[in-house]
């Protein structure tokens, strides 16, 4: 499934491409035909053929963290096009990101944002319009963190997303898993939307990490799945 976001400013398309509801973007040149990928996931045959589709050259990868389900067909994917890898824990092969680095992609500038928490290697990526969040936050929710994920850090993670609150309230938020878990479908946010409703941003970092260790509890009390 592929569900185009695209605006005046910026080609983007949200792809699904199985996972655990996994989502993959392509970020384009509104004004030419050079594009990244975020977040490839498993399947670069399937990626590449959305990005043809789409009349889109892929110049970058750009990883959000390395967990696989994000960046495991990142090399499949980097071989099919050429495109350069960039990520924030430098492997062999791949470029590393820096906080505040501009990648462009044609006339397109993408500004890569160190949010480290979910994983100790993520990135956020801002583009005109949008925020690819990756799983620092989705719809109503935010990113896991604990003994499950390792070097996570709900401190890093709560740090985190007050630097990307401070962000506009209209920029869209294109999170990295569809896991809404309220009515109907919410395949995208705002920053907005998400300091009003996101449960996990209402206190302070005491009443976060109460809700991170009591959150099934709070699911079932609030009907979310």
């Not at 990928?37 to 050259?57: E, H, I, R, S």
């Not at 960039?86 to 006339?107: F, M």
């Not at 963190?145 to 890093?156: C, E, K, L, V």
Request: charged share 20%; aromatic share 8%.
């Amino acid at each position: 499934m592929t569900r185009d976001l695209s605006t005046s400013a910026l080609r983007c398309y949200q792809i699904h491409l199985g996972g655990d509801r996994n989502f993959h973007y392509l970020l384009g040149d509104p004004g030419g035909g050079d594009a990244v990928a975020v977040d490839p996931g498993f399947d670069a045959a399937g990626f590449a053929a959305v990005a043809q589709q789409c009349g889109l050259n892929i110049t970058s990868i750009l990883i959000t963290h390395g967990h696989p389900d994000h960046d495991g067909a990142a090399e499949a994917l980097a071989q099919l096009t050429g495109a350069a890898i960039l990520r924030g824990d430098v492997r062999e092969g791949r470029q590393g990101l820096t906080h505040g680095q501009v990648v462009r992609a044609g006339s397109l500038a993408i500004e890569a944002l160190a949010t480290p928490g979910h994983a100790p290697d993520h990135f956020c990526f801002r583009a005109p319009g949008v925020l690819v969040t990756g799983d620092l936050l989705f719809c109503g929710k935010v990113g896991g963190t604990g003994s499950y994920f390792p070097g996570s850090s709900a401190r890093q993670e709560w740090e985190s997303l007050q630097l990307v609150l401070q962000l506009p309230d209209d920029l869209r938020v294109l999170p990295g898993h569809d896991y809404y878990g309220g009515e109907g479908e919410m395949p995208y946010s705002t920053i907005g939307q998400e300091r009003t409703n996101n449960p996990f941003l209402a206190g302070d970092f005491e009443a976060f990490c109460n809700l991170k260790d009591n959150w099934a509890t709070y699911k079932q009390e609030h009907g979310i799945r």
